[in-house]
């Protein structure tokens, strides 16, 4: 029983810190300096920020490293 509950809790720990991955993203606004975050979704990071990054770039807008 114990084998299994530490087994759980090591699968816990492995997906909470994949959720942790999602980072905000800065863009920046080259022309007028203006700054925007596209944010992180914990449930679905990549679709939603993905088409906010691709959307600013797009228009304009470049990554803030």
């Known amino acids: 029983m114990t084998a299994r509950v530490l087994a759980y809790l090591a699968l816990l ?13 800065e863009l920046v606004n080259p022309r007028t300096g203006e700054t925007t975050i596209c944010p992180a979704h ?8 993905q088409a906010c990054i691709g959307d600013h770039i797009a228009h304009g807008w470049a990554r803030q490293d």
Not at 13 to 25: F, K, P
Request: proline share 10%.
């Open 42 to 49: 914990p449930g679905n990071p990549w679709s939603q920020q």
């Open 13 to 25: 720990a492995t997906c909470l810190s994949l959720l942790g991955c999602a980072t905000d993203v």
